[in-house]
């Protein structure tokens, strides 16, 4: 379950909102390490660490770091103030956070009574992936009038719970293209916590003063090659949320050129599951306008969702160079812009289509 290793922190690698990557020397040699903070303490050089190396040792793709425990010689000073939301609950790292929607939140009586987004566009994506992608197309979409657009991000709990994880969400909201995150069920860190993807895409609106939301899960999408298997299915739920809440759903799809599972191969299985048979509230799904056979073939992919869907074609055009000016690394399952560029138009494209929304 756990795989547990003692070690001494060597140095500090680099460090961003919320986390901090060292480096630790263990009997098995030298490790790098993320710690959280808020969580365990500030970790230094010389410092006894409790690691967990579980996903270092399995290799998985967001799992490049061991995690830091406990600093045991050196135990963090106990929190402070309100905050009676338990998250991680029941987890040796449970920690308790102020929830927007609680009785002691400031924003509790704006959220008690709170039912609708007023229409406010809602991106769903299903990769952590995609959001920097979508800023991209809204912001180098904008219509005039629109130039102050205020975007939040709802982070869903089925990746990485914890937001400061994402070093691509620091990065955003230091440029100001996200102007906060909402961390919703089980994941927390952000600058809102809620209790449900209701209540945060409720807080994204009513606390944050959002124009535009975008839900994706956190980084490390889960995935076993069945038809149910993925964490991505959150998607088709936050689509039902964001209608029933009267908000404006726009689906973003996952669409790969570059990925060598054949699943994943013109729109991912994920989507056409995510979106077909999940959501069942209508939404805006975004066909990206691609060229030659490989758009033709994801034009035919989608053409069922239209069952219960508006399909929107979007032009590209111009996208790439919005795509290529992005203020973060743009990687999607290790693939670069233009080793995948077709993923990243697609989702560029759902946020052309939601700034088109705005005016």
């Known amino acids: 379950m756990i795989r547990w290793r003692r070690g001494e922190v060597a ?7 919320g986390a901090m990557e060292i480096e630790v020397s263990t009997e098995e040699g030298l490790v790098r390490a993320l ?28 799992g490049g770091y061991a995690m830091v425990v406990a600093l045991p010689n050196r135990l963090p000073k106990d929190p ?32 008690r009574e709170a039912d609708s987004l007023d229409g406010m566009p809602v991106v769903v994506a299903d ?43 620091a990065r955003l909201r230091e440029t100001g293209w996200l102007d906060g995150v909402v961390t919703v069920g089980q994941a927390f860190g952000g600058d809102v916590e809620a209790v449900t993807l209701h209540t945060g895409l409720l807080a994204a609106r009513h606390v944050m003063d959002a124009d535009v939301a975008i839900v994706t899960q956190g980084p490390g999408n889960l995935g076993t090659g069945t038809r149910w298997g993925f964490s991505g299915v959150s998607a088709g739920e936050a689509v039902n949320a964001a209608s029933v809440l009267g908000g404006r759903p726009v689906a973003a799809l996952r669409v790969s050129e570059g990925d060598l599972r054949k699943r994943h191969i013109g729109v991912s299985h994920h989507s056409l599951t995510a979106y077909g048979r999940v959501a069942l509230a209508p939404a ?35 996208l790439y160079e919005d795509l290529a000016d992005c203020p973060v ?11 995948d560029l077709a993923y990243f138009l697609a989702s560029a494209a759902a946020g052309r289509h939601a700034a088109s929304l705005l005016s």
Request: glycine residues 12%; charged residues 20%.
């Open 11 to 17: 140095r500090i690698r680099r460090e961003w909102s």
């Open 35 to 62: 710690a959280y903070p808020a969580l365990v303490g500030r970790p230094e050089p010389g410092d006894t660490v409790l690691l967990n190396t579980t996903a270092l040792a399995m290799g998985l793709g967001t």
């Open 80 to 111: 402070q103030g309100p905050g009676h939301l338990v998250k991680a609950r029941y987890t040796p790292l449970q920690a308790t956070v102020l929830g927007a929607d609680e009785q002691d939140s400031p924003f509790h009586e704006a959220l």
């Open 127 to 169: 990769l952590h992936s995609a959001l920097p992608a979508i800023l991209c197309g809204l912001y180098g979409s904008r219509p005039a009038g629109h130039e102050e657009v205020r975007v939040a991000y709802v982070m869903l709990d089925g990746g990485a719970l914890p937001a400061w994880f994402s070093m691509s969400c």
């Open 284 to 318: 805006q799904v975004v066909v990206p306008e691609l060229p030659g056979d490989f758009g033709s073939r994801v034009a035919e992919q989608c053409a069922p969702l239209a069952v219960r869907h508006e399909l929107v074609g979007v032009p590209v055009e111009g």
């Open 329 to 339: 690394r743009l990687s999607t399952m290790g693939r670069g812009l233009d080793e």
